[in-house]
């Protein structure tokens, strides 16, 4: 029996925060954070999800438990996957028991329920997926595949995780920073094609794209700090002016999604920084 609700969802990436530097390229991070903060909690969702890249540089327990004091959503669980500017080892301390690391198991790798939904959350942050999560990921969709066969679930499956595994959509993200065994992760959902609909939310790229391949629908979000320009081979910022995604799943595992962007009344001048 299927018993899911419709649930709503925002998707924020890419934050770059820093105690010291709090204007990188000239970009007030701080607020651009507010601002999306302010935006997720008008939409009312269930759940955010932060899918990494919450430090500038490098992440450091100061800086987690700063950000942890302001990830304030009445109403919505809130959702972290580490990017590859993140230490995951501090997330424990400043975000909760869930981030507790396992000495078998020292990644951020997790399986949460919301509305009846499941999400997996994948950690990218060492710039691939591991051998051993690859293994559990594929035994963990082996299992929904059957309850998809036995009617018990309706084969949507949202996946949420730094890095995209399809690329080609900015040539110096694909050229510098790939996720390097991102086919092997797409073969592995392509797999599960005729019974599993995979929806991939990602960030890491810094650019508002969509793309579907066989059954993966992937999504990446724009930064809250700075776009990047898809053409140029080398780092070129395309922009400054932060967005956040709305994911609104129905009952019978529709996906619809809306990119938001920054109001430019909301946009500090540099007479301001
Ligand atoms: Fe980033
Ligand atoms: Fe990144």
């Not at 010291?20 to 000239?26: H, I, K």
């Not at 997720?40 to 890249?53: E, F, H, Q, S, Y």
């Not at 400043?94 to 399986?111: I, K, S």
Request: proline fraction near 5%; charged fraction near 20%; charge should be negative.
């Amino acid at each position: 029996m299927i018993h899911n609700r419709n649930v709503r969802c925002v998707h924020i990436s890419d934050l770059h925060l820093d105690l010291v530097n709090r204007t990188p390229q000239g970009v007030p991070v701080w607020d651009h954070f507010f601002w999306a903060r302010k935006t997720a909690r008008n939409l009312n969702p269930d759940l955010v999800v932060i899918t990494g890249d919450l430090a500038l540089d490098q992440g450091s327990e100061e800086l987690y438990r700063e950000i942890a004091s302001e990830l304030v959503f009445p109403g919505a669980q809130v959702l972290l996957v580490p990017g590859n500017h993140d230490k995951r080892e501090y997330f424990a301390t400043a975000f909760g028991r869930r981030y507790t690391l396992d000495p078998h198991w020292p990644r951020l790798d997790r399986v949460v329920e919301t509305g009846g939904r499941t999400m997996i959350l994948l950690d990218s942050a060492d710039g691939e997926i591991s051998r051993e999560t690859l293994a559990w990921l594929d035994s963990f969709l082996t299992s929904t595949a059957s309850a998809v066969r036995r009617g018990e679930q309706d084969g949507t499956v949202l996946l949420w995780m730094h890095h995209p595994p399809l690329g080609g959509f900015n040539r110096f993200m694909d050229t510098n920073y790939p996720l390097r065994n991102g086919r092997e992760l797409v073969s592995l959902l392509e797999g599960f094609a005729g019974l599993l609909r995979f929806h991939l939310f990602c960030g890491h790229y810094h650019t508002d794209d969509q793309r579907h391949q066989e059954n993966i629908t992937q999504y990446s979000v724009p930064s809250t700090w700075i776009q990047l320009d898809p053409e140029t081979p080398g780092f070129a910022v395309a922009s400054r002016v932060a967005g956040l995604r709305l994911v609104d799943i129905d009952s019978s595992g529709t996906v619809e999604t809306l990119v938001i962007e920054q109001a430019p009344e909301t946009l500090s001048s540099p007479a301001d920084s």
